[in-house]
């Protein structure tokens, strides 16, 4: 994962360039630089919102700082959007987080326990990094152990274990976080830190969202 590495301390240095104004919306995003265009697109889901994919880590303090910017996004989108997560495995196909990720969608878990677990991580410095880490920090918040481990262990969540490097592959993810856009387009804070040298975080982020405004519209006159 050393290329994950790379991207994510290039991201963090970009942050301490000298100031410049914000992304400005004047100026149209262009491909190549505050975002990508996939040379071979992924299928998206029929129908009329754009489908948008955020590739996050638990553990990835960016994707902790950008979390309430983009559930405010999303929420703005509204019905323009569905929104997919995806937890880039990042110790390879077992990774413990990102099992946790998929077993807690499967129990229908997530809208109570995502914020939770990104606290747990960096707030109480929890280590999610083995499974017998994140069964302990499970029962210890309060999910039954038997449906825990019926739910992690199920035909479904090891299904889409599997599956997640061939999406990381086909998505040409290497860092996180990272937008998809209607299998398209992929923009992330790292990008855009390059045209919008800002000391500010949560400023970048604000940029970021605002590319993934463009691209959601543009991906919507096609639908």
Not at 41 to 62: L, N, R, S, T, W
Not at 176 to 205: H, N
Request: proline share 5%; glycine share 4%; charged share 20%.
């Amino acid at each position: 994962m050393r290329n994950l590495r790379f991207a994510l301390a290039a991201a963090t240095l970009a942050l301490g360039v000298a100031a410049s104004p914000a992304f400005a919306s004047v100026t149209a995003p262009v491909s190549g630089v505050e975002y990508t265009t996939l040379a071979a697109p992924q299928a998206v889901p029929a129908g009329k919102k754009v489908e948008v994919i955020e590739f996050f880590m638990y553990h990835c303090p960016h994707c902790n700082a950008l979390e309430p910017q983009l559930s405010e996004w999303v929420k703005k989108q509204g019905d323009n959007i569905v929104l997919k997560r995806v937890h880039f495995p990042s110790t390879g196909p077992n990774d413990p987080e990102a099992h946790l990720y998929l077993t807690l969608e499967a129990m229908g878990k997530l809208p109570e326990f995502h914020a939770r677990v990104f606290r747990a991580v960096h707030v109480e410095r929890v280590r999610l990094n083995s499974d017998e880490a994140v069964l302990n920090w499970a029962v210890k918040s309060g999910l039954d152990r038997a449906k825990f481990l019926d739910a992690w262990n199920s035909f479904g969540v090891q299904t889409k274990m599997k599956r997640l490097g061939a999406m990381i592959t086909a998505y040409k993810v290497e860092f996180a976080p990272v937008l998809i856009i209607d299998g398209k387009y992929m923009t992330a804070p790292s990008l855009v830190a390059a045209s919008d040298k800002t000391r500010d975080e949560q400023q970048l982020f604000r940029s970021t969202l605002q590319v993934a405004d463009f691209l959601v519209a543009k991906a919507a006159k096609t639908k």
